[in-house]
């Protein structure tokens, strides 16, 4: 039956991820608060507000509503200060040669990542193209771990949720394609990972023998 692939943006398609951890790093920093590479993890995949009251949570940090809008927009105005500098150098290793066997064999692509940048950061690789729909943080209200995300993309591509594979560099991104009835391929570290139904370090792991298979099954 027809197949979709969906993937997730930060830590996927581009390496933002380390742009999310450092922008994250220093506005908690700047109100005394540290956390671990290992606890940033928890941040991967999770929304813009869900970050910073994780952040507030293991600080023991409690804020006005209108403080926290305006760290908000501290962390996201010095993330963009990096992402203005992207280009297509910074498509992770093998993106562009997945995505355009995909586009070849004539499968639906959607992108599904909870970044309100998302589009802006896809015009900038110069990938926004490649896309046949793209669900972003704009389009949703529920973070990941909840489906939607990923559910919104299926819909849009008229594909049912078991025919739809998605690429996640997150715990709560593969959760979230688990929680959908997809089947989830991690784009990382196993020990992280291990929830995925598959999981690859990067994309020059990733075969076209083996999306072959994924398109035929
Ligand atoms: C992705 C990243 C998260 C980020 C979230 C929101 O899921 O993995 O680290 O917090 O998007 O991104 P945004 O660009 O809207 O702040
Ligand atoms: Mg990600």
Request: net charge negative; proline share 2%.
């Amino acid at each position: 039956s027809k197949k979709a692939f969906i993937f997730d943006l930060d830590g996927v398609i581009v390496d933002t991820a380390k742009y999310h951890f450092l922008a994250w790093k220093k506005l908690a920093n700047s109100i005394g608060v540290d956390f671990s590479e290992v606890q940033n993890e928890q941040l991967k995949g999770v929304s813009r507000v869900k970050s910073l009251e994780k952040i507030l949570a293991w600080g023991n940090k409690s804020i006005s509503e209108d403080e926290f809008m305006e760290l908000m927009a501290l962390k996201n105005d010095d993330y963009l200060s990096y992402i203005n500098k992207m280009d297509e150098n910074e498509i992770l290793p093998d993106v562009t040669k997945i995505l355009d066997f995909l586009i070849q064999n004539n499968q639906p692509i959607a992108l599904g990542s909870a970044s309100k940048n998302a589009r802006e950061i896809l015009k900038k690789v110069n990938l926004f193209k490649k896309f046949d729909t793209i669900v972003d943080g704009n389009d949703v209200t529920k973070a990941k771990p909840n489906p939607e995300v990923f559910l919104k993309a299926a819909k849009q591509l008229n594909c049912l949720p078991k025919d739809c594979i998605v690429f996640e560099d997150s715990l709560a991104g593969v959760k979230a394609a688990n929680i959908a009835s997809m089947i989830s391929v991690g784009i990382g570290e196993k020990s992280v990972l291990k929830e995925a139904d598959y999981v690859f370090n990067d994309f020059t792991e990733v075969s076209t023998e083996f999306l072959k298979e994924l398109i035929n099954k």
